[in-house]
């Protein structure tokens, strides 16, 4: 299965996967996130472990980054149902989109700031 990016723009409205969104060289006056699913360790320590650590630190730290690194079980977690477990870490994220991607994520209504768009 590849993997394509997949940016969804509609009334200034920028929605996609935080990994292939990148507004560097722009002037963004306004950015929220929206999470729609979570890439987790299958095991309980490790996995809590994981979400204190990141709970503490930016997605952009170099502690983040390292977590994203752990050699372990993956689960991904959508709509409170979970998904696997995944050998590693690439191949959890992988499904996430293509997951995300066929529910029809990218093109539904999310409330940002108060207000219900189309993205």
């Known amino acids: 299965m590849s993997h394509k990016r997949r940016i969804v723009i509609r009334n200034g409205t920028v929605t996609g996967f935080a990994d292939e ?3 560097a060289g722009l002037t963004v006056t306004r950015f929220d996130k929206k ?3 979570r890439v ?3 095991g309980r320590f490790q996995r809590g472990c994981f979400l204190m650590l990141r709970a503490l630190v930016s997605d952009e730290s170099k502690a983040a980054a390292w977590t ?3 050699r372990c079980h993956w689960n991904v977690k959508i709509d409170n149902e979970s ?5 590693s870490r690439s191949a959890a994220i992988l499904f996430e989109k293509e997951f995300i991607y ?3 994520k990218l093109g539904s ?3 940002f700031g108060g207000s219900d768009e189309k993205c």
Do not use: A, M
């Open 21 to 23: 969104v990148n507004f």
């Open 35 to 37: 999470r729609v699913s």
């Open 40 to 42: 987790l360790p299958t």
């Open 68 to 70: 994203r690194l752990w």
């Open 83 to 87: 998904h696997g477990p995944f050998e």
């Open 102 to 104: 066929r529910q029809g």
């Open 109 to 111: 209504p999310v409330q």
